[in-house]
């Protein structure tokens, strides 16, 4: 059984950064795909980055391109997620998710192709 726990949200300002990061224990992280999610109140999941286990190819969300950058550190087990020039639209409890590549037919963007999620953590953005 795989154990998620991320770390790292907080309240920033418009225009800022933060870096979320994601502990993996319990199972072969590097042989795990891993992706970030969100969610905001009284809205779907969305999809924000993978990182495939085996090419590290590397997949973001129109949304986030250019701003966010999904990264893996597999000596620590780490999967991070660097979030610079922040909005008050990325409000919203972050999570990330191990993909142990059973629903290989599903898209890479859908959570039900994930089958560990962490907790969640917080992201405010003030204005």
């Known amino acids: 059984q795989v154990q998620l726990v991320e770390s790292g949200g907080g309240l920033v300002q418009a225009g800022g950064s933060l870096r979320l990061s994601c502990a993996a224990s319990g199972g072969t992280f590097s042989r795990y795909s891993m992706g970030w999610f969100r969610q905001a109140p009284g809205k779907e999941r969305e999809f924000l980055a993978r990182?495939?286990?085996?090419?590290?190819?590397?997949y973001y969300a129109d949304s986030v391109k250019g701003r966010f950058t999904i990264s893996r550190d597999n000596a620590k087990n780490t999967v991070y997620l660097q979030m610079n020039s922040l909005k008050p639209e990325d409000t919203a409890v972050y999570y990330c998710?191990?993909?142990?590549?059973?629903?290989?037919?599903?898209?890479?963007?859908?959570?039900?192709?994930?089958?560990?999620w962490g907790q969640g953590t917080q992201v405010t953005v003030s204005s």
């Open positions: 998710a191990a993909d142990q590549g059973i629903h290989y037919s599903r898209p890479y963007y859908s959570s039900t192709l994930y089958d560990y």
């Open positions: 990182i495939n286990w085996a090419s590290g190819k590397i």
